[in-house]
């Protein structure tokens, strides 16, 4: 009786481990070697620990690793959130049952129809994406309407199927694991949002950790140009540590398939990075998008995104 309340416990006490740490216990018999196991299957056939209404499976056919190890958040998170964020279990049949989502999600009112759009004074995405646009409109917090709005269509969380894939030379890449039409909402760009100095000091740190070859940063920086044309919003978006299936996002010099549309919500002070599909994405085709055009490391981190223009090296500004 005791053996099994013990076995209960370690079942519920390791998928909140590292793999390092999983690892070191596994190897202590077989029966915490068989828990390991179904942990790292369960990990690697769900990125997004069942926080997306889709799961989001590791494929690798390169080496041994199984998944890549990190947090998940679905939307922005504050660093004050971050720093409760520890610990996450993964792993685990029932994992995040009973656990709210990390992030700054819009509250839900729980009402069934939508708000009629125009009183809201968004600019509608019933439609569908509107080609050429880089930043839209969509109820938010100062709605009244509920996550089933029409004009809603980026807040809940990702609709199509997508499969993260191991490649020998770029690592990890999100790949379409259906077709994808032209227009459609892939995901949002998820992850911390920094302070510009906070952003700097990370990526001194991020730069010495990848000049040996094994490491690679998601920090993003994203920069509004407001009307006037005097100024312009940064924000700074980390899903290093903290992030969802967009930090596996390759870039292409060709610009890739995804278009990036800053989404702005009413009540909301912030707007989030989404992507949306710039062309019809084939099934198991590389979801890719642009880091940007400035290089001021020639001897940057080398580009292996395939296309005909490749530079042959990553973009890099000074954060």
Request: charged share 20%.
């Amino acid at each position: 009786m005791e053996e099994h309340a013990l076995l209960e416990c370690l079942e519920l006490a390791m998928p909140w481990l590292t793999p390092a740490e999983l690892a070191t216990l596994s190897s202590t018999c077989k029966t915490l070697n068989h828990i390991s196991k179904s942990i790292t299957f369960a990990r690697a056939s769900d990125a997004s620990r069942s926080f997306e209404s889709l799961p989001v499976p590791f494929v690798n056919a390169c080496d041994a690793h199984p998944y890549a190890y990190f947090h998940y958040t679905p939307s922005q998170i504050l660093p004050s959130q971050s720093s409760l964020l520890r610990r996450q279990p993964w792993g685990s049949n029932n994992q995040n049952s009973t656990l709210p989502p990390p992030g700054l999600m819009l509250p839900y009112t729980g009402e069934e129809s939508g708000c009629g759009c125009e009183s809201c004074g968004c600019e509608c995405l019933c439609g569908g994406f509107v080609e050429g646009s880089e930043v839209m409109s969509e109820c938010g917090p100062g709605c009244g309407c509920g996550l089933n709005c029409e004009n809603r269509v980026t807040q809940r969380g990702v609709s199509v199927g997508l499969k993260i894939v191991r490649d020998e030379k770029k690592g990890w890449g999100l790949h379409a694991a259906q077709f994808i039409p032209k227009g459609q909402f892939v995901c949002e760009y998820a992850g911390e949002l920094l302070t510009t100095e906070q952003a700097r000091r990370r990526q001194q740190i991020y730069d010495e950790l990848s000049s040996g070859g094994r490491f690679s940063s998601a920090l993003l920086v994203v920069r509004e140009h407001l009307p006037s044309g005097k100024a312009c919003l940064r924000m700074n978006i980390d899903g290093t540590r903290i992030g969802n299936v967009a930090r596996f996002i390759n870039h292409s010099c060709d610009g890739g398939n995804l278009l990036t549309v800053l989404l702005r919500s009413s009540g909301a002070l912030l707007p989030r990075l989404c992507f949306f599909a710039s062309k019809n994405i084939q099934e198991d085709e590389e979801l890719t998008f642009s880091y940007g055009d400035i290089r001021i490391r020639e001897k940057g981190l080398p580009c292996f995104c395939g296309s005909s223009c490749c530079f042959g090296v990553l973009p890099s500004e000074n954060t």
